[in-house]
């Protein structure tokens, strides 16, 4: 009886560990297209104008779940001023992962989107998803 009770703690901790990225960080969005899986991980959420918000993006091949390495792809974001920030997508050191960064200028709702292919003999797929930014944070210089 003692054993099962010493091993609730542990096992709470590992389903919150498996619910998102932990007390810091935000929980990932998870996004499908025709041929791909994508798992998109930004630093902070919701992001603050004029930060540089840094993305970790898994992709995986829908049907096989299997990693896709070296594609080529593109984060972008706009808002209705028609303010715009993009970035190429760079493939890590992780396997299947890509990395970008966008900076939002201003506050507001933006609609974000990422183009991919695994390589260029083949059509760029779309994911897209609408996005909260807040104000930007006070500066530490008077």
């Known amino acids: 009886?003692?054993?099962?009770?010493?091993a609730i703690p542990a096992t709470t901790l590992a389903v919150i560990a498996a619910c998102g990225g932990g007390p810091n960080t935000p929980p990932p969005l998870r996004q499908i297209s025709k041929t791909y899986s994508f798992?998109?991980?930004?630093?902070q959420a919701p992001p603050h104008a004029r930060d540089d918000i840094h993305y970790s993006i898994q992709i995986f091949d829908r049907k096989t779940?299997?990693?896709?390495?070296?594609?080529?792809?593109?984060?972008?974001?706009?808002n209705g001023q028609g303010a715009k920030t993009w970035d190429g997508m760079v493939y890590g050191p992780e396997m299947g992962t890509y990395h970008a960064k966008l900076n939002f200028v201003i506050p507001g709702t933006w609609a974000v989107a990422i183009r991919f292919r695994r390589d260029s003999l083949l059509p760029l797929e779309r994911i897209d998803w609408?996005?909260?930014?807040?104000?930007?944070r006070p500066s530490a210089i008077p």
Not at 1 to 6: A, C, G, I, P, T
Not at 130 to 136: A, C, F, K, Y
Request: proline share 6%; charged share 25%; net charge negative.
């Open 1 to 6: 009886m003692q054993r099962w009770l010493r």
């Open 39 to 43: 798992t998109i991980a930004p630093d």
């Open 65 to 78: 779940r299997q990693p896709i390495e070296n594609g080529e792809g593109q984060l972008f974001a706009s």
């Open 130 to 136: 609408m996005q909260d930014v807040i104000n930007e």
